[in-house]
């Protein structure tokens, strides 16, 4: 299977902004997601790209894209200590969506 | 409109035991999956229904997973016998299936514990 890397943890303080890095195998991706998890809870998407997209703005989130290098971030900015939870990146695959392991955010005041 | 729905959100039982899972997904969904989160980990596929039908189980461990989607609506996961290690976050998702970006929604799992 494909499989999707994350790094396991970042931790940032309040008001500065957020870098989660993801890298993904499967070039035919068409879509590729951002999820969040909080303690307890499902997945929330929280913002996704399609595959010919660089670069995707959604109010305090950027999501960039390299597909040469197969990579996706999610930048947020003026990070808040309610955006402490755990990040998934996924791709799609056919139908289904392959999430990475997860990189947890931890923000301190 | 309501989310997908799943029950029970903890479950605890004794090795051996059997163990059932619930979900409603949001109305007009006609794609239902079931993931399962081991602690730690991103989820994995177990199943994926496409109204009625099972096009994808090739990960469910069908030795003593099963699951069934009466209808295209409702499903239900069970196991049976439960192991140790089968301890984790079941969660169902759904999704549409024409014109979409392919998003999934989740519901908020239900979390079981093997003694």
């Known amino acids: 299977g494909e499989d999707v890397e994350q790094s396991l943890f970042l931790s940032v303080r309040e008001g500065d902004s957020s870098v989660i890095n993801c890298t993904y195998t499967d070039s035919s991706s068409t879509y590729l997601y951002w999820y969040k998890q909080e303690p307890g809870a499902g997945l929330q998407l929280l913002t996704y790209?399609?595959?010919?997209?660089d670069m995707k703005q959604d109010q305090r989130l950027t999501v960039l894209l390299n597909k040469k290098d197969k990579h996706l971030s999610l930048r947020i900015a003026d990070t808040q200590t309610g955006d402490s939870a755990i990040y998934f990146c996924a791709e799609r695959e056919d139908d289904k969506l392959i999430f990475g392991t997860g990189t947890r955010l931890q923000v301190f005041p | 409109e309501a989310g997908v729905v799943q029950s029970p959100r903890y479950k605890i039982i004794e090795k051996k035991q059997p163990v059932a899972f619930w979900c409603n997904p949001i109305?007009?969904?006609?794609?239902l999956y079931w993931y399962l989160q081991n602690l730690g980990q991103g989820p994995e596929l177990l199943i994926r229904?496409?109204?009625?039908?099972?096009?994808?189980d090739s990960q469910l461990p069908k030795d003593r997973f099963s699951a069934e989607r009466l209808k295209g609506v409702d499903s239900t996961l069970k196991i049976q016998p439960a192991e140790l290690g089968d301890s984790a976050v079941y969660l169902c998702a759904s999704s549409r299936r024409q014109g979409n970006t392919g998003e999934l929604f989740f519901g908020e799992g239900s979390r079981l514990t093997v003694l």
């Open positions: 229904y496409e109204n009625e039908e099972a096009v994808d």
């Open positions: 790209i399609f595959s010919n997209m």
């Open positions: 109305s007009g969904h006609n794609t």
